[in-house]
Structure formats: structure tokens, C-alpha cells
Antibody
Framework: EVQLVESGGGLVQPGGSLRLSCAASGFTFTRYWMSWVRQAPGKGLEWVAN????????YYEDSVKGRFTISRDNAKNSLYLQMNSLRAEDTAVYYC??????????????????WGQGTLVTVSS | STELTQPPSVSVSPGQTARITCSGDALPLQYAFWYQHKPGQAPVLVMY???ERPSGISERFFGSTSGTTVTLTISGVQAEDEADYYCQSADGSGTVVFGGGTKLTVL
């Protein structure tokens, strides 16, 4: 059974930093892309970042580029999200998700076939 | 950038058929995916590559596509189907974009 367990959320002041972790089990971690998705209070799902199996390709949503860094440790079956320069609008539940991909006309299209329960990040003074 | 447009809400009575649409100019060139999200729970993939149903998803869920619109159809709606539904595709290679979400209410 696929299991994704996020941790590291909490209350942080604007401008501060936080590192989220996601422990993966029940599947071969090195075979999959991985993703972070968030949901702000009362809002819809918003994709945050993707990382390829070997970490050589990373993609970010525009509002987090330069502030957030996605990474993975394949030896520990773990995914991370380093969040710096946090803003109030980053307040959300952050979900870790396993991503499969399909390539259509040279375009890599990820989709998220398993999700964790999420961890809440609150940015407030 | 790719935009996916969904109706904010759909309401149906139990046993009826719910249709949730998702429109986007890029959809004819890319696949669409659908997620069900209930409050306090992890989102669940209910449809992939337009009309493929993951194992464990009820046969009452059906995906279709026509031009720039993809549709998630839920037949014989049950109370347990009440949730937010999101379509998803890609906004550039390697990225993900979600529609705004549709709240399905079972009357």
C-alpha cells in the first residue's frame, strides 16, 4: 500500500523559513516523480513543485520560484520542500503526492496518483 | 499560461447523473485528469488520461472529451460522492495546473 506522510508544518512568522518532509513507503520511490501541492484556506488545489526521479529536473509554480526548493533523498525514500521568505499567502495545507507522467508531443504531463494527508503551514505574526 | 475553467458548483439529487465540465484551449493537445477531494482527507485520483478509471474507482465515474472541454460524469450519484472535484493538466512541460474546482452537492 502506498503511504505518504508529511511532516514539518507549523506556525512561522512572515519572512521565516520552514522545511517540509514527506516519508514514502509501499512503492519503489526511485521510479516516480514527486510533487508538492497546497490548498489555502477556502481555496482550491494549487500545484507547487515537481521533481524528477533522480532530482535532475525540478519545476516550480511562478509564485514560489526563488523562495522554495524541492529535493529528494532516494536513499531515505523522502521528499522535501524548503520554504524561505515565507508570506502570509503561503498559508495552506501542503500535500505530498506521487506523480506518474506521460509524454505527449514532447510535453511531459504529470498526474498525481497517490497523496498524503497533508501538513498545515501557517504564516502569521 | 494554461487555464482550466470549471463551474463552481453542481447540485444533483441522489440517483441522478452529475456532469462536471472543465474547459481549456490546451486540452485537445493534452490529457486531463480528475481528483475528488473531501474535507479533511487526501485528494483521490478518479480519472486519468481523459477517460481511464484507476483501480478501485466506481464504474459510476466516467470521463469524456469533446474539443476543448472534458467532462467527468457520475451516474447514480450517492451521498458519498459529495466532494470537491478538480480537473488537472499541464501548464508547460513538467508542470501541473488545476482547474478552480467544482463543489458537488447531493441534495
Amino acid at each position: 500500500e502506498v503511504q505518504l506522510v508529511e511532516s514539518g508544518g507549523g506556525l512561522v512568522q512572515p519572512g521565516g523559513s520552514l522545511r517540509l518532509s514527506c516519508a514514502a513507503s509501499g512503492f519503489t520511490f526511485t521510479r516516480y516523480w514527486m510533487s508538492w501541492v497546497r490548498q489555502a484556506p477556502g481555496k482550491g488545489l494549487e500545484w507547487v513543485a515537481n521533481i524528477k526521479q533522480d532530482g535532475t529536473e525540478k519545476y516550480y509554480e511562478d509564485s514560489v520560484k526563488g523562495r522554495f526548493t524541492i529535493s529528494r533523498d532516494n536513499a531515505k525514500n523522502s521528499l522535501y520542500l524548503q520554504m524561505n521568505s515565507l508570506r502570509a499567502e503561503d498559508t495552506a495545507v501542503y500535500y505530498c503526492a506521487r506523480a506518474d507522467i506521460i509524454v505527449v508531443r514532447g510535453v511531459i504531463i504529470p498526474w498525481l496518483d497517490s497523496w498524503g494527508q497533508g501538513t498545515l503551514v501557517t504564516v502569521s505574526s | 499560461s494554461t487555464e482550466l475553467t470549471q463551474p463552481p458548483s453542481v447540485s444533483v439529487s441522489p440517483g441522478q447523473t452529475a456532469r462536471i465540465t472543465c474547459s481549456g484551449d490546451a486540452l485537445p493537445l493534452q490529457y486531463a485528469f480528475w481528483y475528488q477531494h473531501k474535507p479533511g482527507q487526501a485528494p483521490v485520483l478518479v480519472m486519468y488520461k481523459d477517460y481511464e478509471r484507476p483501480s478501485g474507482i466506481s464504474e459510476r465515474f466516467f470521463g469524456s472529451t469533446s474539443g476543448t472541454t472534458v467532462t467527468l460524469t457520475i451516474s447514480g450519484v450517492q451521498a458519498e460522492d459529495e466532494a470537491d472535484y478538480y480537473c488537472q493538466s499541464a501548464d508547460g512541460s513538467g508542470t501541473v495546473v488545476f482547474g478552480g474546482g467544482t463543489k458537488l452537492t447531493v441534495l
